[in-house]
């Protein structure tokens, strides 16, 4: 226990109309931060590795490292892969043992998507691994058509042709830190949720793209060095919509880092008799900790939806 895959995870979220935070990671000490503020709010969660921060981490070691840092949490956590561009780093994820992967074919058209998908399916499942699929495009802030929304009936013929285990959707979410255009104001398709719903009524859906990227995260982080303009974010009463219906992880990536980021900064600027990293590492390691903590308890509604069970310890 407690490094499991998301399958039952994301079911017990969609049933109980919840989500499963997950969190981009650079460092252990953002691996002890999202760990120890899932383990206080008695919150599942998952530890999401890029193509490139896996590379930055060691690739190999990465399940011994986290095991080392988690020997005293006792709420399921999973580690992922994001984003994964082809079925190569997939396997090479699996066989180093991480319980979950992306495997991102929206790039290629549905047929070669849903072939590469199936293909990662196979070979995960066989080895207790959990798959995430992606259907729709994501960075797509300047497309004014709306193709690359996420088609219901496709999502649906994807899910059945895949076998995928969760399935990342777009419907109005995006990377970084301008999510919307200068003025526009920000919305999400909630119907393309709803009819997803419709087809699909027990099936956990993705949102990736997900962060707040907050004003006083963006000030603090431009305060000492930074140089972010015309960040806008998703508004967090729409998440909770989202979640209401059939999202039940939410990918996090941006809030994190600028929390944890800013509050480097801020050490580094303030701390000017120190050389020791863990003096201007700790504050940052607290800050992001507070994020996954007030994410948790105030957005996707996981906290205490683990119980206590010190046998597990």
Known sequence: MPLVNTIEMLKEANRHHYAVGCFNVDSLAMVQAVLCAAEASRSPVILSFSAGSREFMHPGNLKALIETVAQDITIPYAIHLDHGK?????????????????????????????????????????????????????????????????????AKEFVLRTGVDSLAVSA???????????????????DILKAIKELLPDFPLVFHGSSSVPNDLVAQFNRYGGQLQGAVGIPEELLKEAIAINVSK??????????????????????????????????????????????????????????????NH
């Open 86 to 154: 082809s079925f190569e780093i997939c396997r090479a994820c699996i066989d180093e043992g991480f319980t979950s992967v992306m495997i991102d074919g929206s790039a290629h058209s549905f047929e070669e998507n849903v072939a590469i998908t199936k293909d990662v399916c196979a070979y995960a499942h066989a080895r207790g691994v959990a798959v995430e699929g992606e259907l729709g495009g994501l960075d797509a802030i300047d497309k004014n058509d709306g193709s690359h929304f996420t088609n219901p009936e496709q």
């Open 172 to 190: 109005g979410t995006g990377h970084g830190t301008q999510k919307f255009r200068p003025g526009e104001i920000p919305s999400l398709r909630l």
């Open 250 to 311: 939410i990918n996090i990536g941006t809030d994190f880092r600028l929390a944890y980021v800013g509050a480097l900064r801020k050490s580094l600027a303030e701390i000017v008799d120190r050389y020791e990293p863990r003096h201007f590492l700790a504050p940052a390691r607290t800050a992001a900790q507070k994020l996954v903590s007030d994410k948790i308890n105030r957005v996707f509604m996981s906290a205490n939806r683990v119980e206590t069970n010190k046998s």
